[in-house]
């Protein structure tokens, strides 16, 4: 079983600053088959980037993904108040399917 | 767009069987191209993939789970169904419906159904 480790687990910043956000596997992810998500409190996860580094359909050019074998980063180049919320990296490139434990950005 | 949602009893006691369906609407299970899963997130804590079920029937489960776990689809009712067996308070969670593309990421979700084991 791949082992995503998200850091940090929390990343504090205002508005309009930058967030990068790591997640790291413990085994290299074929074929650069992971994702991003963003949940919001009392809502499901959205999805966000697929593939490292696309896009998914609606999500603005300020999330971008980049990285692969073990080592991905999501970037948000300009926060903005509606992106505070927790942020989950998942594989799928193997069996089982897993997810990192979360990054939390909070508003400074 | 194609909308999901999950529904069955908030309350399963210890050693019983959860069982949960969702429905999709504005597409068709039928169409092929995807697959129909089921994740699961633990009071405040990350996610967990449980598996995932093609309109043919064919599944895939989590080998952590795979001996409780099982679940189907009705194309009929547009529908698929999880069941979870000899559950524990460790069960407790919510549980989420998602589709998922033939190669693996999660979209779009459920809104998500919170289920507790209790006596």
């Known amino acids: 079983e791949i082992v995503l480790t998200q850091s940090p687990g929390t990343l504090s910043l205002s508005p309009g600053e930058r967030a990068t956000l790591s997640c790291r596997a413990s085994?290299?992810?074929?074929?650069?088959?992971l994702a991003w998500y963003q949940q919001k409190p009392g809502q499901a996860p959205r999805l966000l980037i697929y593939?490292?580094?696309s896009r998914a359909t609606g999500i603005p050019d300020r999330f971008s993904g980049s990285g692969s074998g073990t080592d991905f980063t999501l970037t948000i180049s300009r926060l903005d108040p509606e992106d505070f919320a927790v942020y989950y990296c998942?594989?799928?490139?193997?069996?089982?399917?897993?997810f990192g434990q979360g990054t939390k950005l909070e508003i400074k | 767009q194609v909308q999901l949602q999950e529904s069955g009893p908030g309350l399963v006691k210890p050693s019983q069987t959860l069982s949960l369906t969702c429905t999709v609407s504005g597409g068709s299970i039928s169409s092929g191209g995807y697959y129909w899963g089921w994740i699961r997130q633990h009071p405040g804590k990350g996610l967990e993939w449980l598996g995932y079920i093609f309109h043919s029937g064919s599944t895939y489960y989590n080998p952590s789970l795979k001996s409780r776990v099982s679940m189907s689809v009705d194309t009929s009712k547009n529908q698929f169904s999880l069941k979870l067996n000899s559950v524990t308070a460790a069960d407790t969670a919510v549980y989420y419906c998602?589709?998922?593309?033939?190669?693996?990421?999660?979209?779009?979700w459920g809104q998500g159904t919170l289920v507790t084991v209790s006596s």
């Open positions: 085994q290299s992810v074929s074929s650069s088959y």
């Open positions: 998942q594989q799928y490139g193997s069996s089982p399917y897993t």
């Open positions: 998602a589709r998922k593309g033939l190669i693996g990421w999660f979209d779009p």
């Open positions: 593939g490292a580094s």
